[in-house]
């Protein structure tokens, strides 16, 4: 499967975007579907999952409350709505496929199998 990510640009604090990652090659309702994000000297970080129903989606400490991760699997395609957006959510945001079954998605960078280019995500104070 490819994925390709879209949907990021500059935003001021307090604001929304809303991204999006399209699959091709393969229907997405086959995976498990995760968004990750690395700002500049960090390490690529989990954000948020959702399985393969969507029924579980487990977030960061640091969005809950703030990003919404969903699924249409009809269009191939996985959402982050991030709301009240802070400058230290500045990255690169990347969205992932893992190929394997799981009733709860993964919070590690290793565990999955296709990553998208990923966007940048850029917000001011």
């Known amino acids: 499967v490819q994925l390709q990510a879209s949907g990021g640009g500059l935003v001021q604090a307090g604001g929304s975007l809303r991204l999006s990652c399209a699959a091709s090659?393969?229907?997405?309702?086959?995976?498990?579907l995760g968004w990750f994000r690395q700002a500049p000297g960090n390490e690529r970080e989990f954000v948020a999952g959702?399985?393969?129903?969507?029924?579980?989606?487990p977030y960061a400490d640091s969005v809950k409350g703030r990003f919404i991760i969903s699924r249409d699997n009809a269009k191939d395609t996985v959402y982050l709505q991030m709301n009240s957006l802070k400058p230290e959510d500045t990255a690169v945001y990347y969205c992932?496929?893992?190929?394997?079954?799981?009733?709860?998605?993964?919070?590690?960078?290793?565990?999955?199998?296709?990553w998208g280019q990923g966007t940048l995500v850029t917000v001011s104070s």
């Open positions: 992932a496929a893992d190929r394997r079954w799981r009733s709860v998605p993964s919070t590690h960078v290793d565990v999955y199998d296709y």
């Open positions: 090659g393969r229907s997405i309702s086959d995976y498990v």
């Open positions: 959702i399985s393969w129903g969507g029924i579980s989606t």
